[in-house]
């Protein structure tokens, strides 16, 4: 991470967050952090600054009430509802 990253989230105040734990509790070395975010619902991994292509990317759920600081304690969890999809290849489009 950089300086930037690893200062914002040393700001953070521990005692709002939905899983307190401070940023110094989670790593060894603050230049890296890994993570790991799997959708409970579909099975599907994000994976950060992958880009969009619509040869691998297809959108399956549409957030309907996500916003910034949603993991702070006592905020809604995110809800998503469910879109019918077609996959698709290179050779095919929908």
Known sequence: RTSTEI???KSVP??????PQHDDQRVQDPKWL???GVCT??????????????????LATAPIMTRQ???V???PLSTSRF????????????
């Not at 521990?14 to 899983?19: F, S």
């Not at 994000?46 to 990317?57: I, K, L, M, R």
């Not at 019918?84 to 929908?94: D, F, G, K, N, V």
């Open 7 to 9: 200062s914002t989230e």
């Open 14 to 19: 521990v005692d709002q967050l939905r899983d």
């Open 34 to 36: 890994v993570v790991i």
């Open 41 to 58: 619902h579909l099975g599907c991994v994000p994976v950060a600054n992958a880009g969009d292509s619509a040869a691998t990317t297809v």
């Open 69 to 71: 600081g949603a993991s």
């Open 73 to 75: 304690k006592d905020q």
């Open 83 to 94: 879109l019918h999809i077609a996959l698709w290849t290179e050779e095919s489009s929908l």
